[in-house]
């Protein structure tokens, strides 16, 4: 499991794999700010959904992405608060799309994952097996020179 800011990161993903997780979750909560317009909170739903499908493409493994949904009023009154998007989902080790949620109401979602599945998919693209780990030092870097 890696916590809502982790998604965002190829890194945490691959290290879970390496450690040999046999699916990533993701809760999280995350959405718009009110006052977005609807182009920007498309392509930030979007976004999201595409950086979790990678994780699961790039690491041949299931991710289960759990999202709230409703509205969070702004605690200091300076803004209109946000505005979770749901859209939680389930996708397999291809980035396919096993079961997805509503924007705007709870869910229960339920899917089957077949770790054999996964298995193979990872011996059809051994991404894993064939990582450059020579030419990535400059990963425990903040900064490149």
Not at 71 to 92: H, K, L, M, N, Q
Not at 116 to 129: Q, S
Request: with cysteine; proline share 6%; hydrophobic share 40%.
């Amino acid at each position: 499991m890696l916590v809502c800011w982790d998604q965002w990161y190829p890194e945490a993903a691959r290290l879970m794999a390496l450690a040999g997780a046999d699916l990533l979750l993701y809760p999280t909560a995350i959405g718009w700010d009110m006052r977005d317009s609807d182009s920007e909170r498309h392509n930030q739903r979007q976004a999201w959904i595409l950086a979790q499908r990678g994780h699961a493409v790039s690491n041949g493994i299931p991710v289960m992405s759990c999202n709230r949904t409703g509205v969070e009023a702004d605690p200091t009154e300076r803004g209109p608060g946000i505005r979770f998007w749901g859209s939680s989902f389930i996708c397999g080790p291809q980035g396919d799309f096993l079961a997805e949620a509503a924007v705007d109401e709870p869910q229960l979602l339920r899917a089957r994952i077949d770790l054999r599945h996964t298995e193979d998919v990872r011996r059809m693209w051994p991404f894993l097996r064939d990582r450059r780990i020579d030419a990535y030092q400059d990963l425990l870097k903040r900064f490149r020179d």
